[in-house]
T-cell receptor
């Protein structure tokens, strides 16, 4: 059972426009959410995170929104740049999910292509 | 080094061979994780160490998979009698804090992975 879902395998956006990447989760015990970015042949790199007690976190061009009632989060990139082209993974963790409390459960990823 | 280092970067094994994958975490990091990433999928949790203690091995797919971190720093993931379905990228990650820490939300830092191909 996939607890973290990214239903869009790919997204194409024009340079300068907004990119919106979506993520849904099923486990209400998750209390912390993260976005990772991955280039080919490299490991995922941390991008931005949000605690379940907040509904928005902003860092430069990147903003993450959390809607707990809908069990949905999104990553907004404004303005999008060609260097943002990568696979983006949504991840979640929870103290009471079971097993190691700081392990991450990942979605399947969304490939973002920013066209110049 | 400054980041998580994994070796080898690529490994080709014949079915039935044993392999050993190495991870050097960031110095001083308490937590160490192993993940498996199949083609087109997200990373899947395998196992977790806090210092030298293996606190969670719920993600190891079979008893052919074994991980250790004897001195609380370098870790090795061993796969015995490799099968074709073991072909994947194996990612190691570390974080400064252990579970239960007040700084619970420190992010994981990943290495570049080892791509294992079983023929």
């Amino acid at each position: 059972d996939q607890q973290v879902k990214q239903n869009s395998p790919s997204l194409s956006v024009q340079e300068g426009r907004i990119s919106i990447l979506n993520c849904d989760y099923t486990n209400s015990m998750f209390d912390y959410f993260l976005w990772y970015k991955k280039y080919p042949a490299e490991g995922p790199t941390f991008l931005i995170s949000i605690s379940s007690i907040k509904d928005k976190n902003e860092d430069g061009r990147f903003t993450v929104f959390l809607n707990k009632s809908a069990k949905h989060l999104s990553l907004h990139i404004v303005p999008s740049q060609p260097g943002d082209s990568a696979v983006y993974f949504c991840a979640a963790r929870g103290r009471w999910v079971g097993g190691a409390t700081n392990k991450l459960i990942f979605g399947t990823g969304t490939l973002l292509a920013v066209q110049p | 080094g400054a980041g998580v280092s994994q070796s080898p970067r690529y490994k080709v094994a014949k079915r039935g061979q044993d392999v050993a994958l190495r991870c050097d975490p960031i110095s001083g990091h308490v937590s160490l994780f192993w993940y498996q990433q199949a083609l087109g999928q997200g990373p899947e949790f395998l196992t977790y160490f806090q210092n030298e203690a293996q606190l969670d091995k719920s993600g190891l797919p079979s008893d052919r998979f074994f991980a250790e971190r004897p001195e609380g720093s370098v870790s090795t993931l061993k796969i015995q009698r490799t099968q074709q379905e073991d072909s994947a990228v194996y990612l190691c990650a570390s974080s400064l804090e252990g579970q239960g820490s007040l700084s619970y939300n420190s992010p994981l830092h990943f290495g570049n992975g080892t791509r294992l191909t079983v023929t």
